[in-house]
Every structure is written in structure tokens, then in C-alpha cells.
């Protein structure tokens, strides 16, 4: 960091922005169900941007997620601006944030099956 970084930076301060995204419910439970591997939500989606951003073709994407009442929720996470930065772009390859989270849930679960065999 810069001299003229390091003074606008506490120390005390966290590196994270809270931001608030617009999720379909069942989306929200997959990420959650992925947090005893990575620790937080945060973690999850940082992991599953970084590999969607090093993909060289977009995961063909079949968004299918239906809820009875159709339910779509605002939730709020501390995220990197590394991460945040990534879901913007992602969100210009597959048109809107849920869909991003969607596919950062699919991706994660091709790694596990991956890592399983």
C-alpha cells in the first residue's frame, strides 16, 4: 500500500463492503449449504467468481430455479471489492445477479463432484 493508502485505512478497518443482492431463495440454501467447506458466504462466492472469471467459455446456463411463491430475497454480504468487481462483470455474461449466484452454486458443485471421484 501507499503512504497516502495506508492513512485513509485504519487499522482496525475490514476490507469488506457490504452489498445487498437481489437471490431466489433455493439459490440462497445451496450457498449457505456450501459454507461448512468454505467457512462463510463470502468465501463461497469468492471462490466460485474466481473460477467462473478464469472460465474461457460461460457455463451454459439452464436457470430453472422455480419456488412455489416465486420468492426472490434481498440479502446482504461482506464481500471483497475483488469479489464484488467479479459478480459486476459476471452479471453482464449472465444478465442478472441471481443468475450469477446460480451459477456459482453449479460450478462449485462440478468441483465437488470433481474432487469426490
Known sequence: MTAIAEKSRYAGDSMSTARHYRVPKEVLRDIQAQCPVYGSQAR????????LIRQTKPI???YTVKTKDGAEIWHSLKLLPRTIELID???????SH????FVCVKVLKMKMKMTAT
Open 89 to 95: 462483470k459476471l452479471t453482464e455474461v449472465y444478465g
Open 44 to 51: 463461497v462466492l469468492q471462490v466460485a467468481t474466481e473460477i
Open 98 to 101: 441471481g443468475k450469477v449466484f
Open 60 to 62: 451454459k446456463l439452464r
